[in-house]
């Protein structure tokens, strides 16, 4: 079946650096693609989307890149803080039987160096 | 906070159990999204409920069932709990106008014993 998945599953940086997560995924049909950040005990908290017109979005310290070519995206965080330490998903929203259900790869954990 | 709220927070269970979950969408949203996240997992969609209505189902069985009622607030029910329903349990509100961000609740850590 399609679905999205993640190439690194663990991630340790300094703090202060940036951080590169990426995520590939193999439908081609989705057009809607959300980061999340999962704390410990946590739901997941939204981050930044983007839709499959676009190939790049800026939020704050954040960047979400989206290569549709080689189906693969991205999510870049500049200046990483030790409060960005928590497991990211990337997920992707497509449309099955009416739903716009999400699906979600394993994560990558990211741990931050003070 | 996204305004999506949860109850309980942590429930205990036997095996062949039932158990009612309760979701409380952010204002202004009209779908309700279930999602079960096993332990080291991403979360694995269960069913989503758009005005009342059963809007899609993922690949659980008939014993997970839910409700969403007038005011979009919704249930999780499962019957004939078994070990491998323990989980986070989490809930998911959005607009329900096509493809749109989810925003999840805090989740219910379900314990079978």
């Known amino acids: 079946g399609e679905s999205v998945g993640l190439h690194l599953p663990t991630l340790s940086v300094q703090e202060g650096d940036n951080s590169i997560i990426n995520c590939a995924y193999s439908?081609?049909?989705?057009?809607?693609f959300i980061w999340y950040k999962q704390e410990s005990g946590k739901g997941p908290q939204f981050i930044i989307d983007i839709r499959s017109n676009m190939d790049k979005r800026q939020g704050q310290r954040v960047t979400v890149l989206l290569n549709k070519t080689v189906k693969h995206l991205s999510l870049q965080i500049a200046a990483t803080q030790p409060g960005d330490s928590a497991v990211y998903f990337c997920?992707?929203?497509?449309?099955?039987?009416?739903?716009?259900?999400?699906?979600f790869g394993k994560g990558t954990k990211l741990s931050v160096i003070p | 906070e996204t305004g999506v709220t949860q109850s309980p927070t942590h429930l205990i269970k036997t095996r062949g159990q039932q158990v009612t979950l309760r979701c409380s969408s952010q204002?202004?949203?009209?779908?309700v999204s279930w999602y079960q996240q096993a332990l080291g997992q991403g979360p694995q969609f269960i069913f989503q409920y758009y005005r009342e209505e059963e809007n899609g189902r993922g690949n659980f069985p008939p014993r997970f069932s839910g409700l969403q009622f007038p005011n979009y607030s919704s249930e999780l029910n499962v019957n004939a709990l078994e070990l491998d329903d323990s989980a986070l349990y989490l809930c998911a509100s959005s607009l329900g106008e096509g493809a749109d961000t989810q925003y999840f609740g805090p989740g219910t850590r379900l314990t079978v014993l």
């Open positions: 997920a992707e929203e497509g449309s099955g039987a009416g739903s716009y259900q999400l699906t």
């Open positions: 439908n081609s049909a989705s057009d809607y």
């Open positions: 204002s202004g949203h009209n779908t």
